[in-house]
Structures are given as structure tokens and as C-alpha cells.
């Protein structure tokens, strides 16, 4: 007999429920999103070292992929990390308080916006 884990048991609720249904694809999805939180966790301890959230780690990698000289417009930093640019506006803030992008204009047009990656970035 097969060790039992929770998704297994799911599994085995939904063949007695649904006998009409093959509940093995669900194993698959069910163990790969159980690991995917598991090492989530890990790498947000790992962020976390380093007084980082994932969000904001998200960011500066972000940044320092997009090559020299490690700057992009706010609107394009949201849709590679794929939130609004709401969400995008509160996590470059805290990363300008600690000191790790900046905020600068975008050439001649005032309203243009750049954000940089600082050194400590």
C-alpha cells in the first residue's frame, strides 16, 4: 500500500464521491501547488534576511534583468511583474525609503517617470 498524504486522500474522497471522475490529474496540480508554497515560504525567509518582501524583490530583479543601466518606467516595471501600477507605486515607494531605486525624470517630458537601481539596489 501507497503512504497516504493529503492529497491522496482528496483524491480518494472524490473517487468514492465521483467514481465517474478521474481524480489523477488532481494529484499532480495538488502537489506541485503544496511545493509551490512550501518553497515560497523558503525564499521569502531568504527575502526576508535581507529586509526584503517578495514583492520587492520582485522589483529589483526586475531591474537588474533589464540590463545596464538598470532603469525602467513605472508602467512597464508593472506589467513585467504583472500588477497594477497602483501596487507598483507603493512597492517603489518603500524601495526609494530604503534607499535601493530611485525616482527620475524621463528626459525632456516632466511627466515621465524613470526608476532606477541604486548600487545598495
Sequence with gaps: MEPQDHVSRIQQQWAKQRPDLDPSPQ?????????ANYLTEELCMVYAAHGLTEAEFDVLATLRRA??????????????????TGAMTKRIDKLVANGWVTREQSGDDRRGRRINLTASG
Excluded: D, K, N, Y
Design 67 to 84: 540590463g545596464h543601466p538598470f532603469s525602467l518606467p513605472p508602467g512597464e516595471l508593472a506589467l513585467q511583474t504583472m500588477v497594477t
Design 27 to 35: 494529484g499532480i496540480i495538488g502537489r506541485l501547488h503544496r511545493l
